[in-house]
């Protein structure tokens, strides 16, 4: 007997098929197939052969592979008993659930008196399939690992590209061939993580940004994770996502995985990249006011630190809305007894040294310019030297000898009295002033990974947001180290790195763009001088690579020149000009000819307007610009395109390329097919190219 079960968008087919009443495993995964293709005769026709040296029949790669069924591979479940006896599951079919675009699977091995239950929901717009496994049993047991339903790598596929990264330099792309064995990528920071990103695209062989196929995959976790890429010996691939390995501590009667969102794309990593962006964008982040313009955010970090002072803030703000900001943010320094970074985390009262009369004469200048107000928190971390540590020391997570980061220490979020505690500082102070704005930080990894951690972090959140509804949050640890689904469902911002450097930006933002949307990727203009990097760059490359994504400031407004201010003004005018349709938009990585060009093409979702920003992020090794071909327009149609900020060309750009000299009429297929040619420029520099459909 053969069970089977199809969802299917019209993009993509998903088949599973079962063998008698044992777990299903998926048959296919890829290009939507027609309504004439029967199940049963697809499970038929890709079963494989048995030759020598094999068993007599091949264990199925299922989506929760058995031990206890012969499989060579990594297994989708580990388990033991209480006594700490392995228990190896042997599940049977027990019940079904599905409707067009969803299917829920029941399992039961009686015998161990365990439940298995797979569901899977289709989205039939963003063309994302989310994915979970949970596991009930009657009585406690320890987990060590459950993946979320496993899904076959592609077999014409040579490589997988996977994401690492470090403090300020976040986004890292690395290609791995497929070989025999396991590639395993296991994050036991406690944190999302700047190293391991929980996300992995599979491109088939050959595929580029704009052509090909490719799969993806990202696990929306705030925690440890567990990333499994394994070859068998056969041959067969096989995709595992979970959080971390024996992170469950106490034996306990359900266990459930984060979401795993998939999609399968026929034109490219692209394909992946805006299913993710929408579906994260339209499906998962919740707006507090859906209708509000993302506002032209100042952060005043980088201009001042610690040393808090009202008129020298009340003065930044003044210069901050004359560049066009919308929000000014108040960062770290406002609580306790806050000099440096050596104390007062955890004690979440403003300090009357610097604050005289509170928050509110800085927040009502603000206010009276126009701007909304933000403030900075970091909740779930203390100093040693603080009134919380000394008052509750047994708060904080893990050992009391252990290595303090950033000075710091982790606060033991599963304690509901400590949750109750940081919510009643912070709701005191967001109740007693008018903010609507948290930028919440997390400057050092854990002690040790621990799932409870991540839950209590949530339901603190969640608890805020509930009385707070109107406070939008932007999630930040030390930069890029907490972005993921999980948490972007419970914030809205993103902070994608420490790094104010525009060139360091400009790539890490590019690769981020296969998951993230503009509207929730923060992007500032940093200082003249970047403090992180060291690098000068002009205000023209700064602006721009900000106005990539949700633009902010993040400098001493008091250090620009004349001509600085008025690039900003204008480039911020141009941004809040086009900003309705721009953080709406696909952003697509366009297949640059010349690898010194960093080139994107933001694309409306009707593809009637785009902009293309092309940076160069270092000396061509060819003396003229290559073409840079378009993607995703329509081949028949005519399109405007100008270059925006053709004022911006250097005097060694002594041709005449008709760019420069002012608009020009092309088909969608010649700039696809040719593409654009730019003018000559130096490195460090964006050409910025607006296109209209006729």
């Known amino acids: 007997m053969m069970q089977s079960w199809t969802l299917e968008d019209g993009r993509q087919t998903l088949v599973l098929a079962a063998r008698a009443e044992r777990l299903p495993e998926v048959i296919y995964w890829g290009a939507a197939l027609p309504g004439t293709d029967n199940a049963a005769v697809l499970a038929s026709a890709q079963a494989l052969d048995v030759t020598g040296g094999m068993l007599d029949e091949n264990p199925a790669l299922s989506i929760c592979p058995e031990a206890s069924r012969t499989f060579p591979g990594q297994p989708g479940l580990i388990l033991h008993g209480a006594d700490g006896q392995p228990i190896l599951p042997a599940f049977l079919f027990a019940e079904e659930e599905r409707s067009d675009t969803a299917l829920t699977l029941t399992y039961r091995d009686a015998a161990h008196g365990l439940t298995y239950r797979a569901c899977f929901a ?9 994915a979970t496994a949970a596991l009930e049993a009657d009585r406690p047991v320890h987990l060590h690992w459950l993946a979320a339903p496993v899904m076959p790598g592609p077999q014409l596929s040579d490589e997988m590209i996977d994401v690492s990264g470090r403090w300020c330099g976040e986004f890292q792309l690395n290609r791995t061939a497929w070989s025999p064995g396991v590639r395993c990528r296991e994050n036991r920071t406690g944190r999302t993580g700047h190293e391991h990103f929980p996300g992995l695209i599979v491109p088939g062989r050959g595929a580029a940004n704009a052509s090909g196929e490719a799969w ?44 795993l969102y998939l999609v399968y794309s026929p034109d490219g990593l692209n394909g992946c990249a805006v299913s993710f962006q929408r579906h994260l964008r339209d499906r998962i982040v919740t707006w507090p006011d859906p209708a509000r313009p993302r506002p032209v955010h100042y952060n005043c970090w980088e201009a001042i630190y610690f040393d808090h002072n009202v008129d020298a803030l009340k003065d930044i703000a003044d210069r901050a809305a004359a560049l066009g900001a919308e929000r000014f943010v108040l960062d770290d320094g406002w609580f306790g007894k806050r000099d440096d970074d050596t104390t007062s985390l955890g004690d979440w009262d403003i300090d009357r040294r610097k604050w005289p009369d509170g928050l ?62 940081l919510y009643e500082k912070i709701a005191g102070v967001l109740g007693a002033h008018d903010i609507d704005y948290i930028k919440w930080d997390h400057n050092r990894v854990l002690p040790h990974p ?39 469902a419970r914030t809205q911002r993103v902070w994608l790195s420490d790094s104010n450097d525009a060139l360091e930006r400009l790539r890490m933002q590019h690769d981020a763009a296969l998951f993230l949307p503009a509207a929730i990727t923060g992007s500032h203009v940093g200082p003249r001088t970047c403090h992180s990097s060291g690098r000068t760059h002009d205000i023209r490359f700064r602006a721009w690579v900000a106005a990539q994504r949700h633009m902010g400031f993040e400098m001493d407004p008091r250090e620009l ?35 010194a060009v960093i080139a994107e093409q933001q694309q409306a979702s009707d593809g009637h307007r785009f902009v293309v920003f092309a940076g160069k ?41 008709a760019l420069k000299d002012g608009p020009l009429e092309l088909s969608g297929q010649y700039l696809m097919s040719h ?17 209209e459909r006729l």
């Not at 289709?122 to 989310?130: A, F, G, M, R, S």
């Open 216 to 259: 993806g995959f990202h696990l929306g976790w705030s925690g440890g994770h567990r990333m499994v890429a394994e070859e068998l010996p056969d041959g067969r691939r096989q995709v595992q996502f979970g959080v971390a390995t024996g992170l469950m501590t106490e034996p306990a009667t359900r266990h459930e995985t984060p979401p």
């Open 450 to 488: 621990d799932q409870a951690q991540t839950l209590g972090t949530y339901a603190l959140i969640d608890r805020l947001r509930a009385d707070f509804p109107k406070v939008e949050i932007e999630s930040c640890a030390s930069g890029g180290g907490r972005i993921d689904f999980g948490i972007l």
């Open 561 to 595: 020149t004349e001509d600085e201010a008025e690039v900003l003004t204008r480039v911020t005018a141009w941004w809040k000009a086009n900003r309705d349709w721009m953080m709406g938009a696909d952003i697509l990585r366009l297949d640059s000819a010349d690898p």
């Open 617 to 657: 992020a270092r000396t061509s090794d060819q003396i003229l610009p290559r073409p840079l071909r378009l993607t995703r327009l329509d081949p028949a149609a005519r399109y405007r395109v100008t270059l925006a900020n053709r004022d911006d060309a250097t005097g060694l750009s002594r041709g005449t390329p």
């Open 122 to 130: 289709l989205d039939p717009d963003t063309h994302v399939i989310q």
């Open 675 to 691: 593409g654009l040619s730019l003018p000559w420029s130096f490195p460090e520099t964006m050409w910025i190219v607006e296109g």
């Open 360 to 421: 509110t004469p800085l927040i009502e200048h603000v206010h009276a310019l126009g701007l909304s107000f933000g403030l900075w928190f970091e909740p779930e971390m203390v100093n040693p030297d603080s009134d919380l540590y000394r008052a509750h020391p047994d708060w904080a997570l893990g050992p009391a000898d252990q290595i303090t980061g950033r000075q710091q220490l982790v606060l033991d979020m599963s304690r509901p009295e400590l949750r109750d505690y």
